[in-house]
Structure formats: structure tokens, C-alpha cells
T-cell receptor, first 109, second 115 residues
Framework: KNEVEQSPQNLTAQEGEFITINCSYS?????LHWLQQHPGGGIVSLFM???GKKKHGRLIATINIQEKHSSLHITASHPRDSAVYIC???????????FGKGTKLSVKP | EPEVTQTPSHQVTQMGQEVILRCVPI?????FYWYRQILGQKVEFLVS????????KSEIFDDQFSVERPDGSNFTLKIRSTKLEDSAMYFC?????????????FGPGTRLLVL
């Protein structure tokens, strides 16, 4: 059974800080997703990656397949980045996702 | 920009009643999903749907649950006889498919409360 673990569970940062959220998974996967869940509950896909690194604006996601580990970095954090960040792995051939518990990020001005 | 829509946004029902949650996926997408999130817990996979049939389902998706795509645009989740523990946020998602269509697009969710 594939499990997805995230750390930390909660993270408080000052505006401008560099933030790292970690994700590890227990079995081989075809891809890993990073998603953002807003306070109202809506979920937005940030990245899907199966190797290496991807960058979008101030967000960077990396994955190490051999170590079964991925990280999400936020550079120059801003209060509007405050949200829950979730990593999720492909759990089946149809692409259904197995979610981690999420990391609640709060960025203070 | 195309988006996934869900109705209703909130639903309150009595235990034992049937509910139907509706989703309109993005129009050219081929794969459809239902997930749920019990308050304070992680999002859980319920079922995936492709080519007009269920392709995978989780242990949660028992005989009380059913899905269908009645008219080529709507994608519905029916809970036949609701239980208190069915109270959760239900998310629909869709993706395009193909070698580059793995990103899932989520609807805003339906918050179901069973009393």
C-alpha cells in the first residue's frame, strides 16, 4: 500500500523567507503532484513531476526517484502563499491520487 | 479558462436519504474522479471513471455509492442511503489523458452534511 508522508505538518514563516516542504512515499510511483488547497477548500494543481526539477515563478519542485523523496520550495515567501500544500502520488494506472496530509503554511507580513 | 464546476456547493441531508452530487468536467477531458475530504483529514480517492465505466475504486466506494455520466457532460456521484460518516467535502476532478494530460483539475467541492 502506498503511503505519502509530508513534513512539517505546520509551518509559520516571515514574509521573504525561503520555505521548504518535504514529501516521501513508500513505493514506486510514476509521478508525484504538488497541490495547493486554499482556506475555502479549493484545490489547485501546482506541479506534476516524475524526475528532476520544475519551476513556476517563485515555486520550485524537485524529486529524487531513488530516494522516494520530493520537495517543494517557495522563494521570497509572501502572505498570499498562505495555504495548505499537499503532495500526492499516482496510486493506480488511471492516475488516481494518493494524498499526503498536507502542510499548513502561514506567512506573516 | 475552462474549469470544473460542481453543484450544489453545500447540501444538508438526513441520515438514510439519497443524495446526488453533480459535476461538469472540462469538456475535452476523458478521465474523471471523485475524492472526498472529511473535515480535518486528508483527501481520499473514491473512484475513477473512463470510457463510460468505473476504472478504479477505493475501499470507501462501497455499494452505497454509484457514479454515472448520463449525458456526456455531467458526472454524478450518488450516495444511496447516507450515513453520518459520509459528511465531508466531495471533490470532482478531471484530466485530459494522453501522454501530457496527467494534471487533474479540481472542482470547488460540495460540502455534504448528514444529520
Amino acid at each position: 500500500k502506498n503511503e505519502v508522508e509530508q513534513s512539517p505538518q505546520n509551518l509559520t514563516a516571515q514574509e521573504g523567507e525561503f520555505i521548504t516542504i518535504n514529501c516521501s512515499y513508500s513505493v514506486g510511483i510514476s509521478a508525484l503532484h504538488w497541490l495547493q488547497q486554499h482556506p475555502g477548500g479549493g484545490i489547485v494543481s501546482l506541479f506534476m513531476l516524475s524526475s528532476g526539477k520544475k519551476k513556476h515563478g517563485r515555486l520550485i519542485a524537485t524529486i529524487n526517484i531513488q530516494e522516494k523523496h520530493s520537495s517543494l520550495h517557495i522563494t521570497a515567501s509572501h502572505p498570499r502563499d498562505s495555504a495548505v500544500y499537499i503532495c500526492a502520488a499516482h496510486g493506480g494506472s488511471q492516475g488516481n491520487l494518493i494524498f499526503g496530509k498536507g502542510t499548513k503554511l502561514s506567512v506573516k507580513p | 479558462e475552462p474549469e470544473v464546476t460542481q453543484t450544489p456547493s453545500h447540501q444538508v441531508t438526513q441520515m438514510g436519504q439519497e443524495v446526488i452530487l453533480r459535476c461538469v468536467p472540462i469538456s475535452n477531458h476523458l478521465y474523471f474522479y471523485w475524492y472526498r475530504q472529511i473535515l480535518g483529514q486528508k483527501v481520499e480517492f473514491l473512484v475513477s471513471f473512463y470510457n463510460n465505466e468505473i476504472s478504479e475504486k477505493s475501499e470507501i466506494f462501497d455499494d452505497q455509492f454509484s457514479v454515472e455520466r448520463p449525458d456526456g457532460s455531467n458526472f454524478t456521484l450518488k450516495i444511496r442511503s447516507t450515513k453520518l460518516e459520509d459528511s465531508a467535502m466531495y471533490f470532482c476532478a478531471s484530466r485530459a489523458g494522453g501522454s501530457i494530460g496527467w494534471t487533474q483539475y479540481f472542482g470547488p467541492g460540495t460540502r455534504l452534511l448528514v444529520l
